[in-house]
């Protein structure tokens, strides 16, 4: 028996019950909530702020659903993650990966894993993506771990990035070439 496994048990967590899925712009009140959640429980995980995104119109909430994918646990989320192809000529080769986000209590029990590898298979079906890329906060470990067990690698680090209420945060880079240059 796995440790993961150990853990949903003691969480009484029906790990069959949660899927991943799409939802169209008419949920976006459960989308804002999430994301909203997300910003004020883990602020250091993230370029955006609780207090810019708190005050973002119903349209924008609905024009960003489009390009996340939840976990759903019963009737609730619990988890989320962005991806978007770039869209000018030269990078649209690229995805970028945000939004990353699990509620604290299904933490450590697979949901990340599982919204990882959904994202994984939708990116590589794409033909023209050559490459994902990313930024996370250096102390973020979990996610950091997370990211170099999907096979990212760490290609920089950017300096004093995030500035939260007078504390500096370093950025890694990563990123994960889909396929091998030719
Ligand atoms: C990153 C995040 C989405 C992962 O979701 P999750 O559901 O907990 O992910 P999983 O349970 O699938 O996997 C977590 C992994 O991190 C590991 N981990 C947990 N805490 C860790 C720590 N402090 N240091 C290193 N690894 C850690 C777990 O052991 C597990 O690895 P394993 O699969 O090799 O055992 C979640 O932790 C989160 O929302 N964090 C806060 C927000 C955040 O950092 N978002 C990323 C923005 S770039």
Avoid at 55 to 80: C, H, P
């Amino acid at each position: 028996m796995t440790l993961a496994w150990k853990m949903i048990e003691k969480r009484d967590v029906n790990y069959d019950s949660i899927s991943i899925i799409r939802l169209g712009p008419e949920r976006f009140a459960d989308f804002r909530v999430l994301r909203l959640e997300s910003l004020k429980a883990f602020s250091e995980a993230f370029g955006s702020s609780y207090e810019e995104e708190s005050s973002f119109s119903d349209e924008v909430w609905k024009a960003r659903i489009v390009n996340m994918l939840f976990a759903l646990y019963q009737t609730s989320l619990i988890g989320m993650i962005g991806f978007l192809p770039r869209s000018r000529v030269k990078t649209r080769h690229i995805a970028d990966i945000f939004s990353f986000y699990v509620s604290e209590t299904y933490q450590g029990i697979g949901v990340g894993s599982r919204l990882m590898e959904k994202t994984l298979l939708n990116i590589e079906s794409n033909r023209e993506i050559e490459k994902i890329a990313l930024s996370v906060n250096c102390d973020m470990k979990a996610a950091v771990h997370l990211y170099k067990k999907f096979g990212f690698a760490i290609s920089g680090r950017l300096i004093r990035e995030l500035n939260i209420n007078g504390k500096f945060y370093d950025e890694f880079i990563m990123e994960k070439l889909i396929k091998a240059p030719s």
